[in-house]
């Protein structure tokens, strides 16, 4: 089975430090991987991408992701948090395509960023 | 200015009534999605539609309803069959299914 495992429900950080966002997934095959952002009582908004190119992503906002296979992970890092980065986050396994077919979305981790 | 937009931002329904929520994107899509989200959880898919004509029961589909007559419009009914209906509902499209998906502000329903 597919699925998307979100390690942390809520991540508190202080502004200008680093962030980490765990995501974990388990999929039979080499699926594509996104990291959407939602801020309150909005849409979400795509962040980043990975589809079987380089594993080490860049997306918005000085957000990035690397893709390990053998620890089927995809955690989100950004060096510096800025307190606009408060907001929830989603990490997205798309099996569209094959026999599962589907995009499963995470529960979302929560983040907070302390003055 | 290419997107999707959802209207209205907010809704009240009396309990027993049927309501239907609008979504319209200009991006060519071919895919198009609803989902529901409760406060603190995650996305629940409710229907989609890969191509106008057509459309798939996502995993919470009771209770609701969807049409797919043009390819930039995806309205969804919240039918009084719905149990819990108050929850606020995203819509989304993607230029094919599976793609990255472009969600639009999203329409909370409060139904008493």
């Known amino acids: 089975a597919q699925s998307v495992t979100q390690l942390d429900s809520h991540v508190s950080v202080s502004e200008g430090t680093p962030v980490l966002l765990r995501c974990n997934y388990s999929s039979s095959y080499s699926p594509s991987l996104f990291w959407y952002v939602q801020h309150p009582n909005k849409g979400l908004q795509l962040l980043l991408k990975y589809t079987s190119a380089a594993t080490l992503v860049k997306g918005i906002n000085g957000f990035e992701a690397e893709f390990k296979k053998s620890e089927t992970s995809f955690h989100l890092t950004k060096p510096s948090a800025h307190m606009s980065d408060a907001a929830e986050y989603f990490c997205?396994?798309?099996?569209?395509?094959?026999?599962?077919?589907?995009?499963?979305f995470g529960p979302g981790t929560s983040l907070s960023v302390i003055p | 200015d290419g997107g999707i937009t959802q209207s209205p931002k907010y809704l009240f329904r009396k309990e027993g009534q049927n309501v239907t929520l609008s979504c319209e994107q200009n991006l060519n899509h071919d895919a198009m999605y609803w989902y529901r989200q409760d406060p603190g959880q995650g996305l629940r898919l409710i229907y989609y539609?890969?191509?106008?004509?057509?459309?798939q029961k996502g995993d919470i589909a009771e209770g609701y309803s969807v049409s797919r007559e043009k390819k930039e419009s995806f309205p969804l009914t919240v039918t009084s069959a719905q149990k819990n209906p108050t929850a606020f509902y995203l819509c989304?499209?993607?230029?094919?299914?599976?793609?990255?998906?472009?969600f639009g502000p999203g329409t909370r329903l409060t139904v008493t």
């Open positions: 539609s890969q191509i106008v004509n057509d459309f």
């Open positions: 989304a499209s993607s230029t094919q299914h599976g793609a990255e998906q472009y």
């Open positions: 997205v396994v798309n099996s569209v395509g094959t026999s599962y077919d589907k995009v499963i």
